[in-house]
């Protein structure tokens, strides 16, 4: 039986994760790990509150997945569904954890790594901790622009703001790039 959630519905779950990371005063960017039907992590970027940088939204919902999963076989594919495009780092997560799909809605031009499979080419190409998720973007885009626009208006802490000022200036419309 097919799964029912779209890419569209789980960056929709994403949104609204990252909205409670707007209310806790956090960058706009919120995930959702899903194994079927079954959310396994959620969890919103979390640099402000824990003073840290290695706290990215996806590595944190991948993180409480691979608790939840340990070892155990999966039998249908792990997705990751994210607000914005993941940066090398949590890319590579995704491939330890086997991740076998990729949705996000906006793009991060200055960090961003979906474009790394097409260049990536493992020496062992059937390696599990080797194979690169496919990784596809523009889900409800409008709607996490919305997001950065928004948080860019209210932030307090410079750099933050800095950087989601930056994203709220990416045009509305990916044609006009």
Not at 33 to 52: M, N
Not at 63 to 79: I, S
Not at 114 to 119: E, P, S
Not at 126 to 132: A, E, K, Q, V
Request: aromatic letters at 6%.
């Amino acid at each position: 039986m097919p799964d029912a959630r779209t890419a569209d519905d789980l960056v929709a779950l994403a949104l609204e994760v990252s909205e409670e990371g707007m209310r806790a005063g956090e960058l706009p960017v919120g995930a959702v790990v899903v194994l079927g039907e079954e959310v396994l992590g959620r969890a919103y970027t979390q640099e402000r509150t824990q003073g840290r940088r290695l706290v990215h939204a996806d590595l944190l919902a991948m993180e409480q997945a691979d608790r939840h999963l340990g070892w155990k076989p999966r039998g249908r594919p792990l997705v990751l569904a994210i607000t914005l495009e993941p940066c090398l780092m949590c890319l590579g997560a995704a491939m330890a954890l086997g991740v076998s799909e990729v949705y996000y809605g906006l793009e991060a031009p200055d960090d961003g790594a979906g474009g790394v499979a097409a260049v990536w080419q493992p020496a062992r190409q059937g390696m599990s901790f080797s194979r690169l998720p496919a990784v596809t973007g523009g889900y409800r885009r409008r709607e996490c622009l919305d997001q950065f626009r928004r948080y860019a208006a209210t932030a307090t802490n410079a750099s933050l703001r800095q950087y989601a000022e930056s994203m709220a200036a990416l045009p509305d419309d990916l044609t006009k790039v």
